[in-house]
């Protein structure tokens, strides 16, 4: 690991002039990512502007729906009674992802930051355009059996490894940040991450110097029925190879809505607007079920090693979809 500054901030104001001064300052939240990043030496910063002190821990109802401190931790998250009763979706999808110690350390902003898991962008010895831009992308050539099927460009084919996000795209909520001017500005999940096109070094729209203050989630009339379901290698410490949050507003048995969003799949979470589309006004049948996951998952673009997430997609979103009926 290389030296760093160690600097407290004390107000969100605060935070914000620091990061305005260095811009290769980075803010620390749980550290369970930056530090690994650091000592891996693909995150160099030189100078670390710890947030823990921030009170932007709360996680409370607001008019619009619930609004989630962007540091409170995600087992507090996940436990809070509102959160399991109103969103059950995200309670679920915060806890299939890494491990109890890690949901203790880990806060909600640092979650929807971390960083792809793609094993080259960790080996500072292989190229990586995200690591390195212009270095090109060992990935496309390479091993790429986690990478993604949706979304991906020349320059980079990693996916974006957050379960909690994942949910989080499918209740449509909306991230507030503190700009570094002081003022703030919200932004909706779906433009928060990005896709990489050609510009693979950014993962999301957050610019150089901003705070992430809370995530808006807003109110739902499918909590009763709703799943969230993550396909693994293993039960514990692994990221989706593919992950799907659904949820159904229904009136009878007709679908009034559905709202699915996949992980595993993409650079950013894949809202899986196809199946969306197919479901709305159809009775909430297994066949339709398949259906609409067939309509999404066969717009794929497969790599080498990884064209077994495609029949995986199809039977993870139509079973998330059975799991959402039944609730
Ligand atoms: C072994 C292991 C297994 C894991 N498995 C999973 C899994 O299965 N599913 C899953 O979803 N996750 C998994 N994770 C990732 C874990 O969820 C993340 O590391 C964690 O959520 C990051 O939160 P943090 O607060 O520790 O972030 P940090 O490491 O503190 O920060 C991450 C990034 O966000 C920035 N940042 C932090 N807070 C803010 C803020 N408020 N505003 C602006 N920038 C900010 C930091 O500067 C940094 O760039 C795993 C991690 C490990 C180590
Ligand atoms: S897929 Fe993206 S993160 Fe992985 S090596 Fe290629 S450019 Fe780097």
Redesign the pocket.
């Known amino acids: 690991m290389n030296p760093f500054k160690f600097s407290i901030a004390q107000q969100p104001s605060e ?1 914000i002039a620091m990061l305005a001064k260095n811009n290769s300052a ?12 650091m000592k891996e030496h693909v ?1 160099n ?1 030189s100078e670390i ?1 710890d ?1 823990g002190r ?1 009170d ?1 821990k709360t996680i409370k109802q607001s008019p619009m729906g619930v609004s989630l401190g ?2 409170a ?2 087992t507090e998250t996940a436990q809070h009674p509102l959160i399991r009763k109103e969103y059950p979706m995200l309670s679920r ?2 806890l ?4 109890a110690q ?2 203790n ?11 792809t ?1 793609c094993s080259y962008f960790y080996d500072i010895s292989m190229p990586c355009n995200k690591r390195s831009p212009g270095s090109g992308c060992a990935a496309m050539e390479g091993f790429n059996r986690m990478h993604a099927i949706f979304g991906w460009s020349e320059k980079c084919v990693a996916v974006y ?5 994942i949910a989080l795209s499918a209740l449509h909520a909306s991230v507030t ?1 503190l700009q570094s001017n002081g003022t703030e500005r919200r932004i909706k999940f779906d433009d928060f991450h990005t896709l990489p096109g050609e510009y693979p070094e950014k993962d999301n729209s ?1 610019k150089q110097g ?4 809370s995530i808006e989630i807003p109110k739902n009339n499918f909590a009763q029925h709703s799943a969230y379901v ?1 396909v ?1 290698d293993r039960n514990s ?4 190879l593919v992950s799907v949050a659904a949820g159904l507003e229904l009136d009878g048995n007709m679908i009034q809505a559905a709202h699915i969003s996949m ?1 595993g799949v993409a650079h950013k979470p894949w809202r899986a607007l196809k199946a969306e589309a197919y479901l709305k006004g159809k009775p909430a049948t297994q066949l339709n079920f398949i259906k609409a996951a067939e309509e999404e998952m066969n717009a794929a673009k497969p790599l080498f090693h990884n064209k077994f997430k495609v029949e995986m997609g199809k039977h993870t979103l139509a079973n998330a979809l059975e799991m959402a009926l039944k609730g």
Do not use: W
Request: charged share 15%; hydrophobic share 50%.
């Open positions: 935070a980075a803010l620390l939240g749980g550290g369970t990512n930056l530090l690994d990043l995150a910063p502007v947030i921030l932007l962007a540091l931790k995600n999808a915060i299939a992802g890494a491990s890690i949901r350390m880990a806060t909600n902003g640092g979650n929807l930051l971390q960083r898991r490894p957050s379960d909690m996000a940040v957050l901003e705070l992430i203050t993550k693994r410490y692994a990221f989706a992980g």
